[in-house]
Structures are given as C-alpha cells and as structure tokens.
C-alpha cells in the first residue's frame, strides 16, 4: 500500500532552524512535492524534488533520497507566520499526488 | 496571470439536503481539475479529477458526483448529504498536459452537515 509518514506535531522558537522529516511508500515515484497550509486556509506550494540531493530556495531547502524514501524541509531563520501544518506528497506511478496528514509546525517568540 | 476560485466558502448544510459547489479557473485553457476533500488531522483525500470536458474519474466510491460542463468550470455535488461528508473541500489546477507539475488550489468550501 501506499504510506506517508511526518511527525504530527513540531514546536520550534523563533530565530531557530527546524527539519520536517517525511519517510514515504508509494507504488512507483515520480518526485515529490511540499506544501505549506495555514489553518482555515488552502495549502500552497513549496518544493519539488524529483533527483536525489538538496534543493534551496531561499529560507526553505527540501532534500531527497529515492533510494530510503526519505525527504525533510528544512526552515531557516524561522518567523511566526511560518506557523502553519508542512504537507508531504510524493506522486505515485500514476502521476496522483499522495497526501501526508502534515506536520503541525508552532512558533514560540 | 491564472486563478482559481471556489465558492462558497463555508456551508452548513441539514443531512440529506442537496450539495453544489463550484470552482473556476481563469487565464489557462484545458486544466486538469481536481476536487479534495481534507478531513481534520488527515491528508487530502483525492475525490475526482478531470483532464477535459465531460471526463470525470473518480477515485473514492461515495455519495457524490463531479461534472464539468466547461473547459475552466469544475462542479462537486450531491444529492443527499451525510453526516460523513463534513470536511474543507479544496478545488484544484494543473496545467493541461503535463503530468508532472505544482498543483493550484482554491480558497477552500468548508461543508458542516448537522
């Protein structure tokens, strides 16, 4: 079967730096994607990795390894309105994105 | 620019009573469309999709249907609500063709079926 697998709840403090980890079983991999939500609101996108290695963007980087399938984002110089649930979805043979329930990421001043 | 909008935004609807809602997107010509359902402390849950006019699948067998009359128009509905059915309901695009490539979302429909 299919399964993603992200801590439910993280709390970090403001300033600080904090890794999301994801471990996931798909039929078939073609990448994978994250996506910020904050509560109430749409999710919106935030990395795509498809090769193994790091990809940075800015004050976010996402890594992958196909081989454990294992990915983290990682959040730098973290700020209250990165407050917000950090969604994982690797896309399956099909081309389908398989949702993660999220990890729940609180900043603390 | 392309957007995408949902409406309504929130609902609060008696069980068995009717369900439409609706979801345009705007400034892209044949999108794949998408319908979510998200139920609290779970992941989005994959309802249906549709690579063109007329062309609905289906993912999950339930009390609910999709249509899409038009190229940019994507419609989720129902005939009797359940209880069940309550969740944030989250519209979605890709970009036609491509079968790799980020996906857009609406604003969301939260649905309270009392």
Known sequence: GQNIDQPTEMTATEGAIVQINCTYQTSGFNGLFWYQQHAG???????YNVLDGLEEKGRFSSFLSRSKGYSYLLLKELQM???ASYLCAPLDSN???IWGAGTKLIIKP | SQTIHQWPATLVQPVGSPLSLECTVEGTSNPNLYWYRQAAGRGLQLLFYSVGIGQISSEVPQNLSASRPQDRQFILSSKKLLLSDSGFYLCAWREGGREIGEL?????????VL
């Open chain 1, 41 to 47: 609101e749409a999710p919106t996108f935030l990395s």
């Open chain 1, 81 to 83: 309105k990165d407050s």
């Open chain 2, 104 to 112: 857009f979302f609406g604003e969301g429909s939260r649905l309270t």
């Open chain 1, 95 to 97: 081309y389908q994105l």
